[in-house]
């Protein structure tokens, strides 16, 4: 059975940093493409970063280019996102995704 469990969220000032990660089950992490979305109340759910199965590209909105970071540990089975420099419109559900599967979400809290 498939599974995405994200933790790590929480409250931040705005300028800290966080580290979100992605607990999967069912598969291996390199085996799919894993990528985090994230969506703030009464918005929609906007792409924000995503690793390759294969090769472990990464790929980031640009909004987030210099100030986020994708990885994954596959002996753990993992996948994380580095966060630094958050703003306060960068709060929001951050959730992680492999192809037909989503995580439940983790709150990022970005407020002083």
């Known amino acids: 059975q498939v599974q995405l469990v994200e933790s790590g969220g929480g409250l931040v000032q705005p300028g800290g940093s966080l580290i979100l990660s992605c607990a999967a089950s069912?598969?291996?992490?390199?085996?799919?493409?894993i990528g985090w979305f994230r969506q703030a109340p009464g918005k929609g759910r906007d792409g924000v970063s995503c690793?390759?199965?294969?090769?472990?590209?990464?790929y980031y909105a640009d909004s987030v280019k210099g100030r986020f970071s994708i990885s994954r540990d596959k002996a753990k089975n993992m996948v994380y996102l580095g966060m630094d420099i958050l703003k306060a419109e960068e709060a929001a559900v951050y959730c992680c995704?492999?192809?037909?599967?989503w995580g439940q979400g983790t709150q990022v809290t970005v407020s002083s």
């Open positions: 690793i390759s199965s294969t090769y472990g590209t990464t």
């Open positions: 995704w492999a192809p037909e599967y």
């Open positions: 069912g598969f291996s992490v390199d085996y799919y493409a």
